[in-house]
């Protein structure tokens, strides 16, 4: 490696790395799943959550297990290539990043959608575009100056979405009403729902991509992945009970958990859940805009992409060109309105990345002599619960997924010629 190049600080501890998970799972789900949940299995609603955890779990602990062997930027990028070679590789780093980029601009769209019920002229024509881009020209513009601010305005931004919904909570303790006796759905509706719950989680691997810059990456990454999947499930079963205790017949509305909220809190407390689903969706496409650039930095570091996406800005330490070129390209797709048909496929993409990851747990284990039986079983499980769910994914998202194969199999023998710089022998 070259001596005089400038390489980002690690300068986050484990609450800081705890953030890009936890920001991960919690978007837009948080305040729409709890009234389908509450609408399909009644109050068995939070216990359906916790079941959805409970079968998440193995998945997480994959990753978890794979983070500690790692201590570079990168993610399923390295997993892919130290298990099956650079164009696997290269493979889940392209589509993972290429999909982050459309997702940015779909999930801003949604954040512009919330800010409109209270900002009416957001969503008026050839507005929304706008604004959209600006926020994400924002989100780039903090990215750029360097990792604390980055990590220490999301920590803001997930305080702002997590006050409220801890509000609600609370308010359920003195709403005075009965959830009743818990009521077994029947299976066929188990088997629909947790599906949804899948859903609910399906972010958390966000972290793995900038372990760069962590201070501690093979112990802190592993233990924020287990913490905040442990804790969102909790969280999200707290929602589910106060949404049941206080206005379960909200569950048919649009904006439902809005409702809840002013029945126990008023006005004030259905204007602060909308606030927070405004900000819940921001802290979710911040937390991209800063691990996805670093993903980036790490295919570079790998000699995958031209050098150009390594460079570190000299006074704020941060991957400079990574950041920007991600930044760009997402206001670009901010403003075309007829990006949806890309983003749907961003969902498709992580459930390959899954199934990439689990799968070289083993792989790995086997070189090395001994396949630990706790670790198989959970990869099988986590590699099925993966295609399961892909196998509910629309011929439309297959069709999108298949176009950035191909598009990332000619970049690989374009761009990824380049000599690593780094040998991959973390594992």
């Given at each position: ?248 017949e909200f569950a048919g509305e649009d904006n439902a958990l809005a409702g809840v909220a002013g029945a126990s809190m008023g006005q004030l407390g259905s204007l602060a859940i909308v606030i927070a689903a405004s900000f819940s969706i921001g802290a979710n496409n911040f937390a ?125 023998f374009i761009a990824a010629r380049q000599k690593p710089e780094y040998p991959l022998d973390e594992a």
């Open positions: 490696m070259d001596s005089t190049k400038i390489a980002p600080p690690r300068t986050v501890g484990f609450w800081g790395t705890s953030l890009f998970p936890l920001n991960g799972m919690i978007g837009a789900g948080i305040f729409a799943l709890p009234a389908v949940l509450v609408a399909a299995v009644g109050n068995f609603a939070p216990w359906m959550m916790l079941v959805g955890g409970i079968l998440f779990l193995p998945l997480a602990l994959c990753y978890a297990w794979m983070a500690s062997r790692f201590e570079h930027s990168g993610g399923s990028v390295l997993y892919g290539e130290a298990a099956f070679g650079r164009f696997v590789g290269f493979q889940a780093g392209w589509a993972r990043y290429a999909s982050a980029i459309v997702t940015a601009a779909a999930n801003m769209h949604v954040m512009i959608a919330y800010l409109a019920a209270i900002f009416p002229w957001l969503g008026e024509p050839g507005v929304t575009p706008v604004a959209a881009g600006i926020g994400l020209a924002l989100i780039t513009i903090v990215n750029l100056y360097g990792m604390r601010a980055s990590v220490g305005t999301l920590g803001v931004m997930t305080a702002i979405k997590l006050l409220p919904l801890g509000a609600l909570i609370v308010s359920a303790l003195f709403a005075g009403g009965d959830t009743g006796a818990v009521t077994l759905p029947q299976f066929s509706q188990v088997e629909t729902v947790v599906l949804l719950t899948f859903y609910a989680f399906i972010g958390f691997e966000g972290v793995v991509e900038a372990a760069g810059e962590f201070k501690h990456p093979k112990r802190d990454v592993p233990l924020s992945i287990v913490t905040m999947v442990s804790g969102v499930t909790l969280l999200y079963m707290a929602i589910i009970w106060a949404f049941n205790a206080i206005g379960p991209s805009g800063v691990a996805q650039p670093r993903l980036m930095y790490g295919m570079a570091e790998r000699g995958m992409l031209p050098w150009w996406f390594e460079y570190v800005h000299p006074r704020f330490l941060t991957p400079f060109n990574a950041i920007l070129f991600y930044g760009v390209a997402a206001v670009l797709f901010g403003l075309w309105e007829g990006f949806e048909v890309l983003a749907i496929a961003g969902t498709l993409v992580r459930l390959v990345t899954y199934v990439v990851t689990s799968c070289a747990l083993p792989v790995l284990e086997h070189r090395e002599g001994r396949i630990v039986p706790l670790h198989l079983f959970c990869v099988i499980f986590a590699v099925a619960s993966s295609l399961f769910i892909a196998a509910q994914a629309q011929a439309q998202s297959w069709l999108v997924f298949g176009g950035l194969l191909i598009a990332g199999t000619l970049l690989y």
